[in-house]
């Protein structure tokens, strides 16, 4: 059997495998990232992010695999961590810049976190209603790199996110893609705290980067409020989104948030 290096990471709970294909030479199928990302018979992760070399002028190539083996076009906490591992093998470095199908991601180093400065988003859908579990909810929807629909809820701790969230990322509305899904509760003018329901893990996470962004988002749309936005995520931290207001959308969009090794070692493939 194949040994695989890897390095574990988790960004405000959202956890990651993280390989360095720099050489070219890793090969991984649907499954078998699967086998990594399972909890009981693998490394367990809600994901695998792998650095390659960059084709289009950036420093590298990050692509993003969710734990059901599927390819997503990004994630902002695995986003943050890929920017702390790349650093690690070819930095040290204060700033560096890496290519994903959202497009190219330039990340700020700090000394435990990272900003991000974001794809502008897309697609901005304000105060849209839709039929789930024979109820009417209105939400919100936004493509933050990744496509998300977010409930605003007085209380997420009463929220069952896995079966409301499942049926929203299902729903016909938002087919073929899907959607992530997050439930929002105001904390005060300019924070909030979030659950999320993330397609691909189809479970909710401790945290989604871009459905903290998304979340930031249509709070500081629908209620008017300037940045920076703090978010509270299921897992304890509390990430900073930050942007500048273009017409009724938004440009210059930042994240902010820890990026924390966690350990290192080899699988057998």
Not at 189 to 210: F, K, N
């Amino acid at each position: 059997m194949a040994q695989l290096r890897f390095t574990k990471m988790n960004g405000a709970g959202n956890d990651f495998v993280m390989l360095d294909n720099r050489a070219g030479e890793l090969r991984l199928d649907g499954r078998e990232i699967a086998r990594l990302c399972d909890r009981h018979r693998g490394i367990g992760a809600d994901g695998v992010l792998v650095l390659e070399p960059a084709a289009n002028g950036a420093d590298f190539r990050m692509r993003y695999y969710n734990a059901d083996g599927g390819e997503a076009e990004m994630c902002g906490n695995g986003a943050r961590c890929f920017a702390r591992y790349a650093n690690r093998l070819a930095g040290p470095v204060e700033s560096l810049s890496f290519e994903t199908p959202a497009g190219v991601i330039a990340a700020t180093l700090q000394e435990n976190g990272v900003t991000l400065r974001m794809s502008d988003p897309k697609d901005l859908q304000l105060d849209l209603t839709i039929s789930v579990l024979k109820r009417e909810i209105k939400c919100h929807y936004v493509d933050s790199g990744v496509p998300h629909v977010v409930v605003p809820v007085p209380r997420i701790a009463e929220v069952n996110v896995r079966e409301v969230g499942s049926s929203i990322r299902h729903h016909e509305r938002f087919a073929p893609r899907g959607a992530n899904v997050n439930f929002l509760e105001r904390r005060g003018d300019r924070q909030i705290a979030i659950r999320t329901y993330e397609r691909g893990v189809e479970d909710e996470t401790l945290a989604c980067g871009t459905g903290v962004v998304a979340s930031a988002l249509i709070f500081a749309a629908s209620e008017k409020a300037a940045g920076p936005i703090g978010v509270l995520v299921k897992g304890g931290d509390e990430l900073s989104v930050d942007f500048s207001r273009q017409g009724e959308g938004f440009t210059g969009v930042t994240l902010s948030g820890p990026a924390d090794f966690v350990f290192e070692g080899t699988f057998e493939l």
